[in-house]
């Protein structure tokens, strides 16, 4: 907690976005970091603590479109914005894995699984943005997350499967 004077503690401010399609709000202190909020004050855990500097990609989250570490980023930058973590890919009422996700699992994209949300957020807003199944193109968009598994051969190949079925849905 940030301390004001001897005594005195912030009590926070309060800021609201949206999460996964639902409005929320949290009255935390503005640079407390977004990974923290996201996992102990709204209790989204999917989203991972790797390095906790910004080198990893595990805690990945998309922000207003773009992917972001939620480990550098303060909530105070995110008031008012768009927010999805990996709970939000797929579909929470019927508990249906997204397209990207379900190719993990066909895959073995899915490994140890430290990486696997910040890959699936990175992936996510890769397919959002049009791109395809090019290998080239897929190792360029998930160059911000490190796979201690050394498993990149799957995790691409489950980008290109996802991809492949998007471009034959069109």
């Known amino acids: ?54 080198e990893c990609g595990a805690c990945s989250v998309i922000l207003d479109g773009m992917v972001v570490d939620s480990c550098l980023v303060p909530v105070c930058q995110v008031d008012g914005s768009r927010l999805r973590t990996v709970e939000g890919l797929g579909d929470v009422e019927t508990e249906a894995l997204s397209p990207l996700q379900s190719a993990f699992l066909e895959h073995g994209g899915a ?26 193109d897929i190792r360029e968009a998930i160059a911000g997350n490190l796979c201690r598994c050394t498993g990149y051969t799957k995790i691409i190949g489950a980008i290109e499967a996802a991809a492949a079925a998007r471009q034959s849905d069109r």
């Open 1 to 54: 907690m940030t301390t004001l004077r001897e005594g005195a503690v912030d009590p926070g401010t309060t800021y609201r976005f949206t999460i996964n399609g639902e409005p929320r709000e949290v009255s935390v202190p503005g640079m407390r970091r977004l990974l923290d909020v996201i996992r102990e004050d709204l209790d989204l855990t999917g989203t991972k603590e790797g390095c906790g500097e910004g």
């Open 111 to 136: 490994q140890c699984g430290i990486c696997t949300p910040g890959m699936l957020m990175a992936a996510q807003v890769y397919l959002d943005d049009g791109g395809g199944a090019d290998e080239d």
